[in-house]
């Protein structure tokens, strides 16, 4: 059974950085891309960052370039967020998912693609 265990949110100022971890277990971490997620209060959840199952490949929401960043160590069978300059419109409940299926190429950014999910982490950003 796989399990997914976000931690590192919390209350942050305006400006301020947050490093998020996504502890994994149940399969073989390293063959399956891994992403970020997040949903605010009253809206859909959204696409963070992906990253590939080995690591080399990356994506970002256009929202969060140039100041968040994806990595992952396949040894410690963990992923993480950093997340720097945050903005009080990063406020929200952050997902880590695993991807369904193992290997591929570009790590998908659509949500349906993923079949595992942690439980979330609470992100504050105040202005």
């Given at each position: 059974?796989?399990?997914?265990?976000?931690?590192?949110?919390?209350?942050?100022?305006?400006?301020?950085?947050?490093?998020?971890?996504?502890a994994a277990s149940?399969?073989?971490?390293?063959?399956?891309?891994?992403?970020?997620?997040?949903?605010?209060?009253?809206?859909?959840?959204?696409?963070?960052?992906?990253?590939?199952?080995?690591?080399?490949?990356?994506?970002?929401?256009?929202?969060?370039?140039?100041?968040?960043?994806?990595?992952?160590?396949?040894?410690?069978?963990?992923?993480?967020?950093?997340?720097?300059?945050?903005?009080?419109?990063?406020?929200?409940v952050y997902y880590?998912?695993?991807?369904?299926?193992?290997?591929?190429?570009?790590?998908?950014?659509?949500?349906?693609?993923?079949?595992?999910?942690?439980?979330?982490?609470?992100v504050t950003v105040?202005?």
């Amino acid at each position: 059974q796989v399990q997914l265990v976000e931690s590192g949110g919390g209350l942050v100022q305006a400006g301020g950085s947050l490093r998020l971890s996504c502890a994994a277990s149940g399969r073989s971490f390293s063959m399956y891309a891994m992403g970020w997620f997040r949903q605010a209060a009253g809206k859909e959840r959204e696409f963070v960052a992906a990253i590939r199952w080995s690591g080399g490949v990356t994506r970002y929401a256009d929202s969060v370039k140039g100041r968040f960043t994806i990595s992952r160590d396949n040894a410690k069978v963990t992923m993480y967020l950093q997340m720097n300059s945050l903005k009080p419109e990063d406020t929200a409940v952050y997902y880590c998912a695993q991807r369904l299926m193992g290997w591929g190429d570009a790590p998908p950014v659509r949500a349906v693609e993923y079949g595992y999910w942690g439980q979330g982490t609470q992100v504050t950003v105040s202005s």
